[in-house]
């Protein structure tokens, strides 16, 4: 099979081909996240503040006492929702294990 050369003489790559890139932005990123090392007491606690226990956007609208509709947890479209809520369990487990840390605050 001929590929198509560019202008500068070099051959496609092959997303410009229609096939898949081999390259996920996403499986990076869960990677780099996934590889965040929690050794410091002030990183872990602010990671701790960021990230919420629970997901934000959940809510059951209400007029006049009425439930008008519900909007679901939007949380579990995030593709890297399992990674972020992880990075905040190993914030929450190196405050309590390693700096003896009450937690309870953070739940």
Not at 5 to 15: E, G, K
Not at 52 to 58: G, L, S, T, V
Request: proline share 7%; net charge neutral.
């Amino acid at each position: 099979m001929l590929v198509p050369q560019t202008s500068q003489n070099l051959p496609l790559n092959n997303c410009m081909l229609g096939e898949k890139a081999d390259f996920d932005i996403f499986q990076f990123l869960r990677q780099r996240l996934d590889g965040v090392q929690i050794s410091n007491p002030k990183f872990a606690r602010s990671l701790c503040k960021l990230i919420p226990a629970q997901c934000p956007f959940e809510r059951d609208i209400t007029l006049f006492g009425r439930k008008l509709f519900h909007i679901p947890a939007l949380c579990k479209f995030n593709p890297l929702y399992e990674e972020v809520v992880a990075l905040r369990f190993r914030a929450m487990c190196y405050l309590a294990d390693e700096c003896g840390e009450d937690v309870t605050a953070y739940c």
